[in-house]
């Protein structure tokens, strides 16, 4: 299943149209501010994370949904599921993640979007435990995080960056 439903969005794969919103959304400081180092990502960057984003659907059969309100079919940002290459340490492991536009905050789409996805993970015991990881400080997350019930692992640093994160899991049956 690569679309789901909520009560006020569709999460489904990306389209051609989804470049310029989503380049909206990267170039904007404040919604990057907790991704990565913190930079923002220009349109040709987020073109390129586009295409990575749907070469991980084709390969692992999950990947970062385009997340789109169902009254208007405006894109608000992503969520969905990825390898958390960046964190070694946290590997085996499927990362729930999400980025909104500004406009979209405040609303609980993000908390709506992620338990979809979280639905969608767990549905899937083929995939290997869930995580979360959050920037220390990056508050906003964490509420989603805490709405979904995931509870905290550990904190630690991400090697690339230096930067605190903290780890949620989803526990398996086996813990």
Not at 59 to 67: C, D, H, I, Y
Not at 109 to 122: I, M, P, S, Y
Request: hydrophobic share 40%; charged share 30%; net charge negative.
């Amino acid at each position: 299943m690569t679309r789901i439903e909520t009560e006020r969005l569709v999460l489904r794969r990306w389209r051609a149209e989804d470049l310029a919103p989503m380049a909206a959304v990267n170039s904007d400081p404040e919604v990057m501010r907790w991704i990565g180092d913190g930079s923002v990502r220009t349109e040709r960057q987020t073109a390129e994370s586009i295409a990575a984003w749907e070469r991980e659907w084709e390969a692992e059969g999950f990947g970062l949904f385009a997340v789109e309100l169902r009254e208007t079919g405006e894109l608000a940002g992503f969520t969905g599921l990825s390898v958390p290459c960046f964190l070694p340490e946290a590997l085996p492991a499927v990362e729930i993640g999400w980025r909104l536009g500004r406009p979209f905050w405040g609303r609980g789409l993000a908390t709506e979007a992620a338990r979809a996805v979280l639905d969608f993970g767990r549905a899937r015991p083929e995939l290997p435990r869930i995580v979360s990881v959050v920037q220390t400080g990056n508050r906003a997350s964490e509420r989603v995080v805490h709405k979904l019930g995931i509870p905290l692992e550990r904190e630690t640093v991400v090697p690339s960056s230096g930067r605190r994160v903290r780890v949620y899991a989803v526990p398996t049956a086996e813990e």
